[in-house]
């Protein structure tokens, strides 16, 4: 009896056990996504990005990773932190600005990248063609070149005989090279004195602020890239202190004290470049798919500061706000 049941036994383990195997799924994938950033955590930006891939079911820790590399203010360390997570073999890259995007794309050719925050894809040499891009690259343009002479005519009906202008810059980022001096082809077209006051580190803010000081300028435009956005309290304090009127390329500018911005929602750009990661997480190729451009732009206004400013906003501006900030 022992040794029939034995048999018995050993033979319902020998049937079972393929159904028990075959019952147990594999292993999800687990997607590594590497994010290189100019700036320093925490980034609201960053953010929007995870949040997005949240809503399209990708959730930490189960289908996926996150590998953080921030350069902190430091674009020069953006090609070591490039390389290193090449070096960690992550499925996809997004970087966030003209030089993380570059840093990126000489680290790999295979590894998929993802920009965001690139002003001038193409002038910049990050995509030879924005409706095929070509190898492993593709993003979000925040169309930003082609926004400056929109923006000083905005400056211009806010502030009557605006000219001269200060042009407020980071001239160590080669996208903003070219924004630079497309804002200066407008101002020239439209007939207003734009002078570059560029600067490229902490130190440089001092020289900057104080060329400001000894010249007669009546409004300050400020271009927009990871180290001008980091020091935004700064530059919207000195703008507040020589009570001069300020126009911004984003919002956070206004939300911080800067009177007037105009340009492209930069945390639903991160959003969009969450749609763009998943898509290749399915298969796509980057160098397939269309880097997109920003079709809708947000014209933010800060009342208080235009008071405090002695500044009246013009009905046919007010008129065209999508916000207005006045707290």
């Given at each position: ?32 996504l590497g994010i290189l950033q100019p700036g320093a955590p925490p980034e609201p ?70 920009f965001a925050g690139v002003g001038d894809p193409v002038g910049s040499g990050v ?201």
């Amino acid at each position: 009896m022992r040794r029939r049941e034995f048999i018995r036994l050993f033979s319902s383990a020998v049937v079972a056990w393929p159904l028990t195997a075959l019952a147990q799924k594999p292993a999800a994938k687990i997607w590594r996504l590497g994010i290189l950033q100019p700036g320093a955590p925490p980034e609201p930006l960053v953010d929007a990005l995870q949040e997005r891939l949240k809503e399209l079911g990708y959730s930490e820790g189960h289908d996926i990773a996150y590998e953080y590399r921030w350069a902190e203010g430091r674009p020069q360390r953006l090609t070591e932190l490039a390389k290193e997570l090449v070096d960690l073999k992550v499925d996809v890259i997004t970087a966030f600005s003209t030089p993380a995007a570059i840093a990126a794309q000489k680290a790999t050719q295979t590894i998929p990248i993802v920009f965001a925050g690139v002003g001038d894809p193409v002038g910049s040499g990050v995509v030879s063609s924005l409706s095929r891009p070509g190898g492993n690259i593709t993003g979000i343009s925040i169309l930003a070149t082609e926004l400056s002479a929109k923006r000083l005519e905005l400056l211009e009906e806010i502030v009557p005989g605006a000219s001269p202008v200060a042009m407020f810059w980071n001239d160590s980022n080669p996208g903003m090279v070219l924004r630079a001096h497309e804002a200066q082809n407008a101002a020239d077209r439209l007939g207003l004195n734009l002078q570059s006051i560029g600067v490229h580190d902490l130190i440089s803010f001092d020289d900057a602020f104080a060329t400001i000081n000894s010249k007669q300028f009546n409004a300050l435009l400020t271009l927009v890239d990871p180290f001008t956005n980091e020091h935004r309290q700064r530059i919207v304090d000195f703008a507040a202190k020589r009570r001069l009127p300020a126009i911004y390329e984003s919002r956070e500018f206004v939300d911080a004290g800067g009177l007037i911005s105009y340009g492209p929602n930069l945390p639903e750009h991160q959003r969009r470049a969450a749609d763009y990661v998943s898509m290749i997480f399915k298969g796509s190729k980057p160098g397939d798919i269309p880097v997109e451009q920003p079709t809708k732009f947000e014209l933010i206004i800060n009342l208080k500061t235009a008071r405090a400013l002695g500044l009246t906003i013009p009905p046919t501006v007010l008129e065209r706000a999508d916000e207005l900030i006045d707290s």
